[in-house]
């Protein structure tokens, strides 16, 4: 089967004062699609730059990324853009929901960014309400939720466009532990679904929902460890 | 499209969800935008819009320039020459200058003003009566049937628009006339003058075979299809060279062909003001859009988080692009809105403070034509203020951080500041420089005293006054009359008044002084002169400086006496004792006794020296000219209550002559009415854009100090004190301060040259409108930097950096 993610040598570098600084060092990975995968690490590691680039928010980066056997390497802004909005979805750490757009409104706006009809569009956010259960939340805005009613939200957004691909920051990073356990349950039922699923966490709690953790220091890929005790 | 309307909600929800910041931006962009839909709906008249004819850009006025007129003339002869010949002209037609005074005699007399035009007038300026017709050739012609053309005012006001007035007898100047036509709303004549009645002028062409003086005539013409006005010029060339040969030879290097658009004609003395003025707007509105882009940027920093959530969401760069652009476009066409409203009472403000002669000030309004300007306006300035901040790059890495704040130097919004000043320092500078030349002016020795003074303007119909014996047999008994009134202590009656121009001219080379050779070379000018009365000089307070004013023994008959002024002295009698040496204007007039040198006197306009002039005795003489008469009166009084006597003495000896009074002061006045409003614009147009520069750079440094709050902090837990938290503030600000104003030094030193047409005795180099202006501006930018500066001051460092 094709890899989901396929990096060869991949390297990220800053300039500063007339020296270089490498924040990731010759990075070279697979992830098949359906797989749920941690980044781990101390602060400073390159795991969220890491994520930046899978996600082709980052694009100065030299060596090769294959999406789904795209050549991100290759690809324009635009294409490059195409791709991120067709397949991949963000959670973060802070949430990141618009403050002045409802709930309704801020599960639409990945959709409207796809050119998705308003038709289509209503009935789509409609489905993820009810599938998320937070109907009776729609027509609030992000600072009448909780903040784990907020991540709910946000999971809700990066899943509404049916991604391949969930990217996700420190997701339960801001939550407080049951609400984290129910975020992460969530990502355990959508990776079961068939979703593929990145995320970065400090938490070993967290990293147990995962098939595989990826332990990275200073940039270069120390280590690799299927994931026995998965929570399942 | 629907997602263009959820920009459209996203954008109005984010601007009524920042209140002060809607505010403050509305409320910016609506005075740049109104002042400059105000000014542009006044220019627009004298430089853009086309003129009430069809084909406008074909109609040219045409004819010479010689110094016997400040304007291009047609001399009567040449005239009918010249249309006899092949012109590059369609057609061609003529008016007298100056219309006349006419009276409409029925129940009810009134003064009208007419126009006395050729029979081609109407067709060349392409002009249909909504009524009626044109009148005809043979209605052109002397002794015809009278005939005229009534305004659509008139028609409305005095004939209640009733369509059966055509073809109804009138009486003009007591005689029948027969009304042909109704012009049209949008009528005017080419030299905007106002007109009631359009009659024909009735060249008496057979008599112009003679040696006698010709009518001097104001020439318009039609330009045929494709012909350009340089084509026209060269077309023109033989047959001004051949009329040229009728000037004397020493007279034609003064004379030269014109040929210039009649909107050039028009507009050419408002030209200057009016691109000044709307550049000036212009600049005003550049500052508001900066400011705007300013309160932008910084609100776009503050939604960097926002931007780029959306971009890790799918939004593409033009997307995000068109989301910014939606709402500055917002701003712009809310601005817009209440600029329209703004724009209304500006314009208001000029109608009420503008001086005559102001072309078309009266038709500017808020149309149909400067509404789309002003939407235009509204929507280019949303376009200007919000690129900036709309393409700025939303920075995604802010995402995979715990805390989503990022820090700018905010070097574009500096510049902006920066550049707001030097604008302004460029306005500030023009306004200075147009005030010091007002005061000039408004302080410009006249040469006479012209505090307490009266003054009556009494024109005499001519069909009850037809020749001088009536007039002056009239004007005599008023004289008589208001001499002895009590309260007067100096009167005097003279034939145009000082300081404006209009006096009767000669030609310098026609003056003949007694024992030397006629002048050989040239005109040498003109030379003004009126006719006065005794009282003249001690009523206006013009000094007799040499030998004596006139009594009334000069007024004899055989009596020929003359007064030069000093500057007419000094060039017709350098180095020689003036007084009682003889002089005649022309060849057949009688000589003249130099009896006395009087003061020179502003006689054309308070911008001008002196032009040489003389006086002769208010007497009959074959060239006098005594329908109007000027009378003056020096008094102590109340100016209402010597008006009301003048007006009741006036009316005692014909109840039908106007008379139009005025303070010697209020003339004067008039004659800086121009200038005034222009430095009145400029003025306000700088103080709008120093007040907003300031709020820019107020808003600038309250933005750096928020921004630069845990630097300020950990600089005072490290021990600085407050004042060199305040001068490290205020060094920044002074930097950029300085920076704009040097820049708008030099933009000034330019700039400005476009003021010169405008200046009165002052140079555009005049250090002092520019230290003023900087010594202004620097004020104003410390005061606007002080308030958020001291916020600096007070910056509690544990906070800041718990805060952080």
Known sequence: MEPLIQMRNLEKVYEAGGSKFYVLRRISLDIQPGEFVTFMGPSGAGKSTLLSIIGMLDGSWTGEYYFNGEPVHRLNVKKRNELHKANIGFVFQSYHLIDNLTVF???????????????????????????????????????????????????????????????????????????????????????????????????????????RVIQLKDGWVVSETSNAARVV | ???????????????????????????????????????????????????????????????????????????????????????????????????????????????????????????????????????????????????????????????????????????????????????????????????????????????????????????????????????????????????????????????????????????????????????????????????????????????????????????????????????????????????????????????????????????????TRVLLFTLGVSLVSGILFGLAPAMRKPAVELLTRQEASQTSRGLLRQILVASQIAVSVILLTGAGLLLHSLLKLQNVPLGMDAENVVTAQIPLAEYRYPDAKHQLAFFDELERRLKHMSGITAMGISDTLPPSGGTQATIYSRIEVAGRPPSAEGTGGMVGWRSVTPGYFMALGVRIIQGRGFQNADRGQNQNPIILSETFRKKLFPNEEPLGKSLRIGPEAPWREVVGIAADVRNNGLARPSDPEYYIPWKFDTEGYFRVAQVTLRTPMNPETVAKWLRQETASLDPSVPVTIETMTQRVRKLSDRPRFNAVLLTLFAGMGVVLAAIGLYGVVGFLVSERTREIGVRMALGASPRAILRMIMGNVARWTMAGALLGLVGSWYAVKLLESLLFEVSVRDPWPVLAALALLLVAAFLAAWVPARRAMRVDPIEALRYE
């Open chain 1, 105 to 211: 409104e801020n599960l639409e706006i990945p959709l409207s960014y796809k050119n998705v009809p308003h038709k289509e569009r209503v009935s789509l956010v409609c489905d993820i309400l009810d599938r998320f259960n937070i109907v009776g939340k729609k027509d609030l805005f992000p600072n009448q939720l909780s903040g784990g009613q907020q991540q709910l939200v946000g999971v809700a957004r990066a899943v509404i466009q049916s991604p391949k691909l969930i990217l996700a920051d420190e997701p339960t990073g801001n939550l407080h532990s049951a609400q984290g356990e129910e975020i992460m349950e969530l990502f355990r039922k959508l990776n079961e679904a068939g979703t593929s699923i990145i995320q970065v966490t400090h938490s070993e709690r967290n990293a147990a929902y995962s098939h």
């Open chain 2, 1 to 367: 499209m629907s997602s263009l309307w959820q920009d459209v909600r996203y954008g109005l929800r984010m601007l009524a969800n920042k209140p002060t910041f809607t505010l403050v931006a509305v409320l910016t962009l609506a005075l740049g935008i109104g002042a400059t839909s105000a000014v542009f709906s006044v220019v627009d008249r004298i430089l853009f819009r086309s003129l009430p004819y069809p084909h406008d850009e074909q109609l040219v006025a045409f004819g010479l320039f010689a110094p016997i007129e400040p304007r291009e003339f047609m001399l009567a002869k040449d005239y009918v020459e010249w249309r006899s010949e092949q012109t590059p002209f369609e057609s061609m037609t003529t008016f007298l200058p100056g219309g006349a005074d006419c009276d409409l005699t029925e129940q009810n007399p009134v003064r009208l003003d007419c126009a006395l035009v050729e029979s081609t007038f109407l067709p060349t300026f392409g002009i249909q009566p909504i009524l009626g017709r044109n009148f005809t050739k043979e209605e052109d012609r002397p002794h015809a049937a009278r005939v005229a053309l009534i305004t659509y005012g008139l028609w409305r006001s005095r004939f209640a628009g009733n369509a059966g007035v055509v073809g109804q007898s009138i009486s003009v100047d007591g005689q029948p006339t027969l009304v042909v036509g109704v012009l049209p709303a949008d009528f005017e004549m080419p030299t905007l003058g106002k007109t009631d009645l359009v009659i024909p002028q009735a060249l008496d062409e057979a008599a112009l075979e003679g040696n006698g003086p010709e009518p001097v005539l104001r020439a318009f013409a039609r330009l045929k299809p494709g012909v350009s006005i340089a084509q026209s010029f060269a077309a023109l060339e033989p047959l001004y060279e051949k009329s040229l040969e009728n000037v004397p030879p020493q007279f034609r290097k003064e004379v030269r062909l014109s040929v210039r658009s009649l909107r050039e004609r028009q507009v050419a003395d408002s030209k200057a003001a009016s691109w000044i003025l709307l550049g000036s707007v212009l600049a005003v509105l550049l500052v508001a859009c900066m400011n705007v882009a300013n309160l932008l940027l910084a609100r776009t920093t503050g939604r960097q988080r926002e931007l780029a959530v959306r971009a890790a969401l799918g939004a593409s760069p033009a997307r995000l692009i068109r989301q910014n652009l939606t709402e500055s476009l917002l701003l712009g066409t809310i601005g817009g809105t209440i600029g329209c409203w703004v724009a209304y009472s500006l314009l208001q403000l000029f109608e009420s403070i503008a001086p005559e002669g102001i072309p078309r000030l009266q038709q500017a309004g808020l149309d």
